[in-house]
C-alpha cells in the first residue's frame, strides 16, 4: 500500500488507543517502518531518535538478533502451547523460575499474563479470591494512588486515577478509593520526612474510614509513570509498605514500567528492601519484542487460594497465559540484562541521564526536573517563582511533541505540561549527548513563538531575554 492509502486505511478502520479519535482522523497517523539501536524510522525516511523505549518498554533497544533468533527457534519448536488442562512448556517454567530467584524473596509464584493492564486486572480476582477463600469476604475495597496508573481493563482502570480512563467508563467503581500522590514538587512538605509522614498518615487515615476489616489492599508504583514520572523520595516505599504490614492490607507493587532494570536494579522495591504480598511487571519482561506480563504472589495468598477451593477449579485464566514464544523472549531478554550487561550500561550512564536533565532547569520552560536510574521529567512552568502551569488552550504538549519530531527525536510529552524520559538501557554516552541536544533545541523552538513567550510569567520573562 502507498503512504496515503495506509493513512487513510488506517483512519477509516484502526482505533488507536488512548487519543481522542476525531483528532487522530484530522492528523492522520505516523506510520512507523523499522528501528534499530535506539532508533525508530518512519515510512517516509525519517530517522528519529527515541527517547522512551516505545512505550517505556524496549529496554534492550531494537533489533536485537540474539531475541529475534530465539523467538523463531521456538516458533519452529513449539510456536503454542496451553496452560489449560495441566499442561506446560519449558520456556515458560524456566522463566517462572527465574522470575522467583530475582524478584524480593516474598514473591513464590508466578501466573502470566499478556501485559500489565491484565495483569492488575489478575491481581484484583486474585486478592478478591483469596480473601474469600481465606474466610474474609468483607475485604472489598482497594486503595490507590492519585495520578497513578494501573492499566486500562475494566477494573484496573478504576485504580488508575486519571481522569480520561474513568470519562463515560463509569468509574471509579464504588470500592476503589485513593489517596494523595507522593508528588513532592507541587506539595507543601518541609522535608522528605514530612512528605512520608504525611502519606503514611493519609493511608491510615482512609484505611481509618473504610474500616480496616473491609480494605483488601493498597496499589502503588514505585515510580508513578503514566501520572508524569513522579518520584517519592527514598524511604517513601518502604513506609507504605510496613503501613500496610501494620494495618492488616496487602501491598502491590506495580512494577510493569519501573520493572527489569529502569530505576537502577532489577526491581525499584529492591533498593529499599521492600517485599510486596504481590507484584505485576509487563514491558521490560520482554522488552516490547511479544505481549506479556505477570502477577508474582506470596506463598502465604498461594496457599489461601489453593488451600481454600476444595476440590473446584480456580476460574481464572488466559488462552495465551505462559505462551512460549513470549516466554522465550523474555528468557533471552533477561540473559541480555544480565550477561549482556544491560543493566551495567544502564547503570553506568544513569548520572548522565540526570545531568542532562538537571541542566535544562536553566532554561525559562523548566521548572522542575526529577529522575532515577533512566527513568525522568522535566516539568514546564509559565512562572518558575509560582510553579504556575501553561493555559491548555495554549496546547504547549502538542507544540513540544510535534517541534521535537521535526528535531527528530521521540519522548512523552504529558498533557499537564509535563515531559516524560526512559531511554533505552542499551543507550550510549553519545545518544545521551544528541537527546540533550535535540531536547534543548525543541524547547528553544517553542519558547520562540509569541505566544509562548506572552504566556511566562514576568520574571521568568526577564530571564529569558
Not at 522512551?52 to 502451547?81: H, R, T
Not at 514530612?194 to 502519606?199: D, E, H, K, R
Amino acid at each position: 500500500m502507498s503512504i496515503s492509502s495506509l493513512i487513510e486505511a488506517d483512519r477509516k478502520h484502526l482505533i488507536h488507543p488512548v487519543v481522542n479519535y476525531r483528532a487522530h482522523e484530522a492528523r492522520g497517523v505516523t506510520v512507523l517502518e523499522s528501528a534499530h539501536g535506539s532508533f525508530v524510522r518512519d515510512i517516509e525516511g525519517n530517522e528519529l531518535l527515541d527517547a522512551f523505549a516505545g512505550l517505556w518498554c524496549v529496554n534492550v533497544g531494537y533489533g536485537q538478533q540474539s531475541i529475534v533468533d530465539v523467538a523463531a527457534e521456538q516458533m519452529k519448536k513449539l510456536p503454542y502451547a496451553t496452560g489449560y488442562f495441566h499442561f506446560g512448556s519449558a520456556p515458560a517454567i524456566e522463566l517462572a523460575t527465574q522470575l522467583v530467584e530475582r524478584t524480593p524473596a516474598s514473591l513464590q509464584h508466578v501466573y502470566f499474563t499478556l501485559g500489565g493492564s491484565d495483569a492488575v486486572d489478575s491481581a484484583v480476582r486474585f486478592i478478591t479470591h483469596y480473601f474469600n477463600a481465606t474466610g474474609r469476604p468483607r475485604k472489598k475495597q482497594f486503595i490507590s494512588l492519585a495520578r497513578g496508573y494501573h492499566g486500562s481493563s475494566t477494573v484496573g482502570s478504576g485504580l488508575t486515577a486519571l481522569p480520561v480512563f474513568h470519562r463515560h467508563f463509569d468509574l471509579p467503581l464504588p470500592q476503589q478509593h485513593y489517596i494523595a500522590s507522593p508528588y513532592a514538587y507541587r506539595g507543601d512538605f518541609a522535608d522528605d520526612a514530612a512528605l512520608i509522614s504525611a502519606q503514611v498518615g493519609a493511608l491510615e487515615a482512609k484505611v481509618a474510614e473504610l474500616g480496616a476489616d473491609n480494605v483488601a489492599a493498597f496499589f502503588c508504583e514505585p515510580i508513578q509513570g503514566s501520572g508524569g514520572v513522579i518520584v517519592p523520595p527514598v524511604g517513601w516505599l518502604k513506609a507504605m509498605r510496613d503501613t500496610c504490614s501494620k494495618l492488616g492490607i496487602l501491598f502491590v507493587a506495580d512494577e510493569v514500567i519501573t520493572g527489569f532494570g529502569r530505576t537502577g536494579p532489577l526491581f525499584a522495591c529492591e533498593a529499599e528492601g521492600v517485599e510486596p504480598d504481590l507484584m505485576t511487571v509487563a514491558k521490560g519482561l520482554t522488552a516490547g519484542y511479544a505481549p506479556m506480563g505477570a502477577v508474582l504472589m506470596s506463598d502465604e495468598i498461594y496457599r489461601g487460594i489453593a488451600d481454600g477451593s476444595g476440590d473446584a477449579a480456580i476460574g481464572h485464566g488466559y488462552t495465551y497465559s505462559a505462551h512460549p514464544v513470549s516466554a522465550a523472549i523474555a528468557l533471552e531478554v533477561m540473559r541480555l540484562y544480565h550477561e549482556g550487561g544491560l543493566l551495567a550500561n544502564a547503570a553506568s550512564l544513569a548520572p548522565r541521564f540526570a545531568q542532562g536533565l538537571d541542566a535544562l532547569l536553566d532554561h525559562p520552560l523548566v521548572g522542575d526536573s526529577r529522575h532515577r536510574g533512566l527513568l525522568g521529567a522535566l516539568e514546564l512552568v509559565s512562572d518558575k517563582a509560582s510553579k504556575a502551569g501553561f493555559d491548555a488552550a495554549l496546547q504547549l504538549p502538542e507544540r513540544i511533541a510535534a517541534a521535537a519530531y521535526r528535531n527528530r527525536l521521540i519522548f512523552r510529552a504529558f498533557g499537564d505540561n509535563i515531559l516524560g524520559f526512559a531511554p533505552a538501557l542499551s543507550y550510549t554516552a553519545a545518544e545521551f549527548d544528541l537527546l540533550f541536544e535535540r531536547l534543548r533545541k525543541t524547547l528553544d523552538e517553542v519558547l520562540a513563538q509569541s505566544d509562548v513567550r506572552a504566556a511566562l510569567g514576568s520574571r521568568t520573562r526577564v530571564a529569558a531575554c
